[in-house]
């Protein structure tokens, strides 16, 4: 049991009302979130109505690793995790009744740039069209006709230099950053915007981008409306949705009377939340409910995602708690971060933090050298010393440019390190083809994933239909899914089949009319696919039929209760379960199995072959197989449910779905008229869509098969369903079976990839032995997950920017290059010294967030703080005035506490 101090017990036994916890960094935060999860269970809070907010994937995984390991039992209702995780989990029926895909970062920069191409387009139209086109954009959005005022093709000529053709990136409009300002003002938000909210973002708006003078900024804010009309576009086109819509859809959602709403919540990290967050977070609340927001105003760090301390500030209210003690750092670190923070830091929120360890001779040390070679080779040296214990170190950077040069150095001097670049690895071509690759395996209606399949196997580019011929590649396979779908086929039809006109629907068809066929199920003793026994397993064909009882010595209580099979039924009917399992297989040897969940079947089937007749795997394995359920969401896919018994309604067939396994198998099989009824209604549009694509189709199947076919061998017969070993299956096959396409797409930095893969999964999930969970809470991990997240205990010496160790904590953290010019940096600076006063006031803001930032690096520090620093630069020697260095204004009256090295 943890033992609490008495701030943290106060917060902890916390019931009702609104609250508010200032909790700095080391304060042991999420103990607390965690313990009042645990007593609130305790107390009947119903799991169901417990919202526990965090704001990194890595945030979530880690509180709810906590919460499992504190509980006793499972409580799937109780969600921790991020506010995009929430949403999509809230609205994914409703997505996928629209038939829409979450687009990630890729795909969404490849949409920016095609509407930007559009809203270039659209200025080189004549005047007139111009303003119409805007005009149409302001009405449809409620906005101001007044806005245009002053636009004049002289103004428009002004705007389209900067937005396209302005070479100096630094000097060039922004116009995605624009936009996302602007979005909750030009989207479905806006209908839910309190007159505050409105006057804040409007406020932030006026300061749009240094580069914008202040009488552009209405300009500027009309052409992110017509940019955000063709993104918008775009995305309908595709069937896309992005994460801001998971946020507005949200509340949207949330704005109807009969939605979900939370009686018990709590929110973690609230300085980092932007006006959207904080008017979804009250269309979740209850009326009356428990609410705990925690954070620390002195590490908002993300002005530039539309967090502020304003905005913190006006959420804090009355009663407002404080946790003081740090148990992360050393006496002499805490007292640096105090007086640091006295001295920097709003004063309306300082707190006086207690060490709970005692000081440490070596926690403050200071590297000061004449030349930032000097540093660096001595900072490398300082590393190594480090480096020989079991403790980890950190070297943060304010920047990614610095970032990017130190792992370079360290690179040189052979120093194995984590290093979180700015291009992230698990936004690269490799990656995200394995993941879809992973994602397919697991949800055959992934449609992007299959899509991202098809482009990178069927050599889309080359064997483009001819309708599509202008279409960009990877969106002319998204496009070609969508229409294969429109027909009432999925494109896993096309795999291991002779050609593209006898894809999986067509053999289907055929072994059902030539009675080639075994409708199966089966009962069980539970849904543990690698414990559970079989209890009954029943087969149709159009003449004959098989029912078969298994002896178990588990437990029947509870799935007595489904299907009424109890131990004296099986006592009177049963037989040995490997005597039933040949009696089963002989039944349907030479003809393909079909079930209405096959995916539950199949994997039950296998293990219990695995147990009791593992002479049996391969036969079975080696089967044509179907499912009625995936084939029936194929040919109908607007359907309200897809369970049997309500597809007998529906179609008014004849049959029961009793849950015993014989009558599920006979309405099976009258649920195959259907079927072949509208398989062969859909035969000639879809013979036609499929001639356009013919050759892409079968190059697919070609290539994708081999991979495909060694993956399902691989997970049924050996159980490799984890992401290391589909990792190596994948890299494997990329490289020995399809050569040409390992080396035109394999990314230099695979190696990084595979250890930080391999090395999280082994951390966070190698305890986890079910397939089914394993997809539903790693797989679903990482095809979310940023690199950051990846970072273990494990792992020893990290390079990262401050920005994205946020949340993280090390041994010994090392801050080179602290000097006047990276703290505060060069852009903070140009915008103070701005002759806008807008401009010059939104400087000052970030000035201070400078100083905030330079305090959440101090503040990840367990043992010891290291900073480093130099009088000049090598580059600069040949100068006749160098210019001279020190240490940062933000540092220099610390400098005493750190002891020189």
Known sequence: MLQFNADQLKVIHLSEGYHACLAPAGSGKTEVLTE??????ARDVKADDILCLTFTNRAGLNMQEKVSARLTQSFPQLFIGNLHAFCFKLLTKHYAKQHRDLIHEELQKRLIRQALEQLNDLIGQPHQVILAQLQQCLSRYELKANALDGLDAQALNYCHYNIFKNEDPYARWNMEAIRNLC?????????????EQKSYIRNRLRTLDQNIPDHCVKYAFVLAVYFNEAYQALKKHYHFYDYDDLIIDALVLQNQSNAKRYGWIQIDEVQ?????????????????AHILILGD???????FQGASVELTQERLGQNVHVLEENYRSPDNLVQLSNQYAACCLDPAYKITARAHKKAHPRALLHLHREFDTEQTRDLIQHIRKLNQTDESTAILLSTNRQADAFSDQLNQHELTHFFVAQNDLLSREFYLDFMAFVSALNDPENRLAWARLLWRFGNIQHYKPSHLKETEAQFAAIQLVHELREHGCWLNNFINISDCYQHQQQCFAQHVQSNRFAYFDTETTGLDLVHDDIVQIAAVTQDQELNLYCLSNQDLSESYKIHGIDASMLAKHGLDTQQQLHAFIQF??????????LKFDQAILTENLKRY???????????????????TRQ???????????????????????????????????ALLGPLLDKIQQNQTSLSACIAQAEKCLNAFNQNFSPLWNLAQYSIRRNGDFKIQQLFKLYTHYMQEFNPQLYELHIDSSIEQLRVKLLNHANYHFEHIHNPYQYFEEAISFYQTAKESDLITPNDQLIVSTIHRSKGLEFDHVILPDLTHQNFPGYMVVKKQNSTSELHKNEGHQLYKE??????????????????????????????????????????HTHQSNFESI
């Open 36 to 41: 009042r999860i645990v007593q609130a269970l």
């Open 183 to 195: 979005l909750p003002l030009i989207s479905e938000a806006r209908h839910f915007l309190k007159p």
């Open 272 to 288: 980092d939340l932007a006006p959207l967050h904080w008017l979804l977070v009250d269309h979740l609340t209850a009326q009356d």
């Open 297 to 303: 105003v002195n590490q908002s760090i993300y002005r």
């Open 588 to 597: 349907s040897q030479g003809r393909a199995l079909i079930a209405h969940n």
């Open 613 to 631: 007749a593992p002479e049996l795997s391969e036969l079975f394995f080696s089967q044509h197989k179907f499912c009625t359920l995936q084939l």
């Open 635 to 669: 040919l109908f896919p607007n359907l309200d449910s897809y369970k049997l018994g309500h597809l007998l309604a529906h179609f008014k067939l004849e049959g029961e779905n009793s849950h015993n396994a014989l009558d599920d198998v006979k309405a099976g099989r």
């Open 850 to 891: 400078q100083k905030r930032l330079l305090y959440v690096a101090i503040t990840r520090a367990k043992q010891s703080l290291t900073i480093g620093s130099y009088n000049f630069k090598s580059i600069e020697q040949s100068w006749s005035h160098p210019r001279r260095y020190t240490i940062t204004r933000f540092m």
